[in-house]
T-cell receptor, first 115, second 115 residues
Framework: EPEVTQTPSHQVTQMGQEVILRCVPI?????FYWYRQILGQKVEFLVS????????KSEIFDDQFSVERPDGSNFTLKIRSTKLEDSAMYFC?????????????FGPGTRLTVL | AQTVTQSQPEMSVQEAETVTLSCTYD???????LFWYKQPPSRQMILVIR??????QNATENRFSVNFQKAAKSFSLKISDSQLGDTAMYFC????????????FGKGTRLHILP
């Protein structure tokens, strides 16, 4: 069964460095999402993406964050200059047609550690 | 804005017992979905069960069932014949169908199944 995949599974970086988290959705998915979960806390919505543009973003998703689908398959989240508080689990999710309900399929997550 | 509240941070039950996890939510919308997600130690997000708000019948998936009280905005999860593999963090979640379709999560309930 096709799955949403994410790479890397764990990323360690120094504060101030740029990181790119990658997600490969299932091929027929059209809507893409990033969520964040700080350790021990709830999962929070960051951004949704459709038709090569951001549909909605939360207040967490400031100018340090960006998303894109550079090659029509990968969906990336870039953090330009990481801060200690960016340490979290980052989940990508994807879904198909919006008209009928479609489950958001979550990837396994990328654990980001900022030192 | 929609909110999801889980009032039980942590619970423990003996294997084979039945356990109920509580969830309340707040919304002014009429069309939405409610979910329970399981997050085991691997931190993968696994959809356990979903409930469409327009359906009066409570959803059931094998040992998992919900008690959906729309007027009271309550959505509890019952796990019957609990198993050691049910040990995990459980998140109640809401998704609005009318506008955006991001998922809003509660803070979670950590469930321990004791041998």
């Amino acid at each position: 069964e096709p799955e949403v995949t994410q790479t890397p599974s764990h990323q360690v970086t120094q504060m101030g460095q740029e990181v790119i988290l990658r997600c490969v959705p299932i091929s027929n998915h059209l809507y893409f999402y990033w969520y964040r979960q700080i350790l021990g806390q709830k999962v929070e919505f960051l951004v949704s993406f459709y038709n090569n543009e951001i549909s909605e973003k939360s207040e967490i998703f400031d100018d340090q964050f960006s998303v894109e689908r550079p090659d029509g398959s990968n969906f990336t989240l870039k953090i330009r200059s990481t801060k200690l508080e960016d340490s979290a689990m980052y989940f990508c999710a994807a879904k198909g047609d919006l008209i009928a309900y479609n489950e958001q399929f979550f990837g396994p997550g990328t654990r980001l550690t900022v030192l | 804005a929609q909110t999801v509240t889980q009032s039980q941070p942590e619970m423990s039950v003996q294997e084979a017992e039945t356990v109920t996890l509580s969830c309340t939510y707040d919304t002014s919308e009429n069309n939405y979905y409610l979910f329970w997600y399981k997050q085991p130690p691997s931190r993968q997000m696994i959809l356990v069960i979903r409930q469409e708000a327009y359906k009066q019948q409570n959803a059931t998936e094998n040992r998992f069932s919900v008690n959906f009280q729309k007027a009271a905005k309550s959505f509890s999860l019952k796990i019957s014949d609990s198993q050691l593999g049910d040990t995990a963090m459980y998140f109640c979640a809401f998704m609005n169908l009318n506008r955006d379709d991001k998922i809003i999560f509660g803070k979670g309930t950590r469930l321990h199944i004791l041998p």
